[in-house]
């Protein structure tokens, strides 16, 4: 996603708060792409900026304030996976409040500013059957896509039946 958003626009709504005179500002520039974007409401993993439709605030002294988003074209990503170099995640249930934590914090921000979000969950170890996936779907707003995705590999290391009696016998 970088190479696709990698270059850097001007954010030309630039608000400057705390002072009653007008004060001209350097340029702002940024990227559409930002991991872990900082919002009020919470953090986001992964959104790309419709930077036509960002608000830049900066304080009287000229320090960085915050950015406010209008609406626009933005698209928030969240993503889940249920092994990972810190943690795996082993039970149905606390697998199941994770994701749905994040449909709650993107119904939100969808309600908020109504733009595109996605929820991308990994599961290495086959916690969710289909109806669960079903139920945390239908908790969703009509602009928040959650896509699930199994590895068919899975996070277990033991045979089967079949190839453990083959593994015994030889």
Known sequence: MLKRYDKEEEIKNIFVWGTRRSRTTRKVFSRR????????EGRIDLAVLDLDNVRFAVNSKG?????????????????????????????????????LSDIKKLKYHSQKYAHHCFIACFD????????????????????VELLYFRDDKENNYFADENQAKMWKHS
């Open 33 to 40: 792409l930002h991991s872990e974007l900082l919002l009020p």
């Open 63 to 99: 320090r960085y304030g915050h950015i406010q988003l209008q609406k626009g074209n933005h698209i928030f990503i969240e993503i889940k996976a249920s092994r990972t170099n810190r943690s795996c995640i082993s039970s149905k249930n606390r697998w199941f409040k994770s994701i």
């Open 124 to 143: 290495f170890s086959s916690l969710l059957d289909d109806d669960s996936v079903t139920s945390l779907k239908k908790q969703t707003n009509k602009n």
